[in-house]
């Protein structure tokens, strides 16, 4: 099973994007798309944002759960207090499991937004930042 996470910016644009696969019965955390589905993913994903947008007025709630199918793939969100979407593509339904995996990851997110040396909807390209959400990822998909 294969995911493609993207944290994206106020401005729609994508601070943080990744791939990677289960580690789940016997998995190796490698991302297993086809060749056309990974160039696909990050208009999938951007795609949903129209979506999102439209439910994230009509709700208080963070996790939006499922917004969006594409094919046999699904999108779950998770909108921050400052307006940054948390979106992960992937292929089975979990709900509880990646709340909680976003819950962690906001509160990453939340730690590297209080570095003085990074602001808002700038690309984190940290590599503590990286390792952290794979470990993450390793935890709970």
């Known amino acids: 099973m294969s995911f493609y996470l993207a944290i994206i910016g106020t401005k729609d644009n994508a ?6 696969g289960t580690y789940r019965q016997g998995g190796d955390g490698r991302p297993r798309f086809s060749a056309d589905m990974k ?3 990050p208009f999938i994903v ?3 944002l129209d979506i999102l947008e439209e439910m994230q007025w009509n709700t208080s709630v963070m996790h939006l759960k ?3 199918k594409f094919y046999n793939y699904l999108i779950s969100s998770y909108i921050t207090a ?3 979407k948390f979106l992960l593509l992937h292929e089975t339904r ?6 909680q995996f976003f819950m962690d990851l906001y ?7 209080m570095s003085p040396f990074y602001s808002v909807d700038q690309p984190i390209t940290s590599a503590v930042f990286d ?6 990822a390793k935890k709970y998909l």
């Not at 601070?15 to 990677?20: A, P, Q, R, S, T």
């Not at 509160?107 to 937004?113: E, I, Q, R």
């Open 15 to 20: 601070v943080y994007e990744l791939e990677f």
């Open 39 to 41: 160039q696909l993913c």
């Open 46 to 48: 951007h795609s949903s």
């Open 66 to 68: 499922v917004i969006d």
């Open 82 to 84: 400052g307006n940054i």
């Open 94 to 99: 979990a709900d509880d499991v990646i709340r």
């Open 107 to 113: 509160d990453l997110y939340v730690k590297t937004l």
């Open 131 to 136: 390792q952290r959400v794979k470990m993450l």
